[in-house]
Structures are given as structure tokens and as C-alpha cells.
């Protein structure tokens, strides 16, 4: 299975800053997916990154929030923007490829907002 | 609206013995179902998976089955080690779709 580089591992920001967040997969690979998980909670998915166009987002997610690229087959990117204390979550990148039943996830960014 | 659902948020169990983590949907389209264990600061690590047209996968230790008809799956682990100490999510995906719906996770706990 492919192997996902995450970063950074951890920060803390001030509020109405924004943060992005990397994910490099080792290989190419057909969708790539961001999450959340709030403290105590379950994953939720954020949004599936598209190679070369606008990312589906879920429900309750929106792009000014969460502006997400995705420009080659390998690489994605996740911004949080204009954060505020309630974003305070682990973010979570991940990866399919068809055909393949196992996702494989990043170790997480731990953001904490001040 | 929860449509997976871990209704234990945590299971303590002997080393040796067996360990069973269940979980519960509610949403008929789902059409694979996986279990992820989960260190802390680490990302979910892919354990085992089944299809739904299967009753039952195993993998060494590992064993999920799954009963279509009560919308139900469990993860057996036997026999149980200290390094199986994590939290475990239960998660499904879509039919016709490659996301992924999770549970809430169940922290598992081995004695020695």
C-alpha cells in the first residue's frame, strides 16, 4: 500500500489565521480524501480531492473554509482558514486507489487554535 | 444522523483471551465495511476489511463478521496481546461511491 507524508504534525495557531496542511503519497494514486476528527469524536470526511479541478465537499463543509489542491496525482493540499478555537481538530489525509479495498491515512496535523 | 454506529466507547479484556468489538448501520447502500486501529498521534492503520455479499473474513488473529440482516459486524481478536491496546473504528463505504462513513471508535484496553 501507498505511504502518506503528512505535515506539519502539530500546531498551535492564532485565531483568524489560516494553517495548511501537505499530504505527499509515494506513488500515484486515484482519490485522495481529507477528514477531521474533532476531539472525542469520530473521522468526518471534509471533502475528496479531484486531480486538476474543485474538490467535492460534504455536506456542512464549504470551500472558503476549506480550500483544498490537488494539482498532480501524488500531492494535496488542505487550508484552514480563518481559524477559530472551534476548529481545533486532528486533520487527516488519505488515499484509494481503484480496485485496491484498503484506504491509507497520514499520520495527522494536531491543530490547536487559540 | 449517526449511520455508523460503535456503541461502546471502550472494552477492557485479559491478554489471551478474546476480544469482540461490534458495530452497528443503518444505511442498506453500504457495500464494504473495514476496521482501522489507532495509536495515539498516529493515523488510522487499515486492520482487515469485507465485502457485503460475505459473512466472514479472517486475517491471522483477526476475524470481522458481518450479519447483513441486522446490520451488524464484529472484529474478533484471539488471542488478545498488549500491543492490540488502541482505539478501533469500524467504518463503511458507499455503494458506487469510494468514501468512507466511521464509527465513533472503541478504545480497547489489554491487561497483562
Known amino acids: 500500500s501507498a505511504v502518506i507524508s503528512q505535515k506539519p504534525s502539530r500546531d498551535i495557531c492564532q485565531r483568524g489565521t489560516s494553517l495548511t496542511i501537505q499530504c505527499q503519497v509515494d506513488?500515484?494514486?486515484?482519490?485522495m480524501f481529507w477528514y477531521r476528527q474533532q476531539p472525542g469524536q469520530s473521522l468526518t470526511l471534509i471533502a475528496t480531492?479531484?486531480?486538476?479541478?474543485?474538490?467535492?465537499?460534504e455536506s456542512g463543509f464549504v470551500i472558503d473554509k476549506f480550500p483544498i489542491s490537488r494539482p498532480n496525482l501524488t500531492f494535496s493540499t488542505l487550508t484552514v482558514s480563518n481559524m477559530s478555537p472551534e476548529d481545533s481538530s486532528i486533520y487527516l489525509c488519505?488515499?484509494?486507489?481503484?480496485?485496491?479495498?484498503?484506504?491509507?491515512f497520514g499520520s495527522g496535523t494536531r491543530l490547536t487554535v487559540v | 444522523d449517526q449511520q455508523v454506529k460503535q456503541n461502546s466507547p471502550s472494552l477492557s479484556v485479559q491478554e489471551g483471551r478474546i476480544s469482540i468489538l461490534n458495530c452497528d448501520y443503518t444505511?442498506?447502500?453500504?457495500?464494504?465495511f473495514l476496521w482501522y486501529k489507532k495509536y495515539p498521534a498516529e493515523g488510522p492503520t487499515f486492520l482487515i476489511s469485507?465485502?457485503?455479499?460475505?459473512d466472514k473474513n479472517e486475517d491471522g488473529r483477526f476475524t470481522v463478521f458481518l450479519n447483513k440482516s441486522a446490520k451488524h459486524l464484529s472484529l474478533h481478536i484471539v488471542p488478545s496481546q498488549p500491543g492490540d491496546s488502541a482505539v478501533y473504528f469500524c467504518?463503511?463505504?458507499?455503494?458506487?461511491?469510494?468514501?468512507?462513513?466511521f464509527g465513533q471508535g472503541t478504545r480497547l484496553t489489554i491487561n497483562p
Open positions: 488519505s488515499e484509494k486507489n481503484i480496485g485496491l479495498y484498503g484506504y491509507t
Open positions: 506513488s500515484q494514486v486515484t482519490m
Open positions: 480531492a479531484n486531480q486538476g479541478s474543485e474538490a467535492t465537499y
Open positions: 444505511n442498506s447502500m453500504f457495500d464494504y
Open positions: 469485507i465485502s457485503s455479499i460475505k
Open positions: 467504518a463503511a463505504r458507499v455503494m458506487g461511491a469510494q468514501k468512507l462513513v
